[in-house]
């Protein structure tokens, strides 16, 4: 099998497909959070801390010098950076959580079937059981 053919029959997995989905998905879903965290979540905790803008938090550790840009610690970004991953992990546990429910409900419905219906006799039992019913008929 070439190079080619064999990348191509790996890129036709379902599995690889389904995780550019979720790649692409995951993507989007952080453009999401990182918007509601600096536009929605962090200024009103800014106002609340005193007009604190958390994105412009930084410590300067050499001064800017003719073209050379200023080193900075910018410990600002990081903290927003910590809160986006904070909600965007709660957020997937929160729907790992709901698909483990739905999990355990489809799970307890199967079980609860599989006990409803009983399970078909031995092979000695119905034979023990066509016996019964021919020594019946000639009575």
Do not use: C
Not at 73 to 94: C, E, K, N, S
């Amino acid at each position: 099998m070439s190079m080619w053919q064999e990348f191509k029959a790996f890129i036709a997995r379902g599995n690889v497909v389904d995780m550019a989905v979720g790649i692409i998905i995951g993507a989007a879903f952080g453009k999401v959070v990182s918007s509601f965290v600096n536009d929605i979540l962090m200024p009103p905790i800014g106002l609340l801390l005193g007009g604190v803008d958390f994105s412009n938090l930084a410590i300067t550790l050499k001064a800017a010098s003719g073209d050379t840009p200023a080193v900075m610690w910018r410990y600002g970004a990081f903290i927003q950076t910590v809160v986006d991953f904070l909600i965007v992990a709660f957020a997937i546990f929160l729907m790992i959580k709901g698909l483990n429910a739905l999990q355990r409900k489809a799970q307890a419905e199967q079980t609860a079937q599989e006990e409803a219906t009983p399970p078909p006799p031995s092979p000695e039992v119905a034979l023990l059981e066509e016996i019964r019913d021919l020594l019946k008929a000639q009575h």
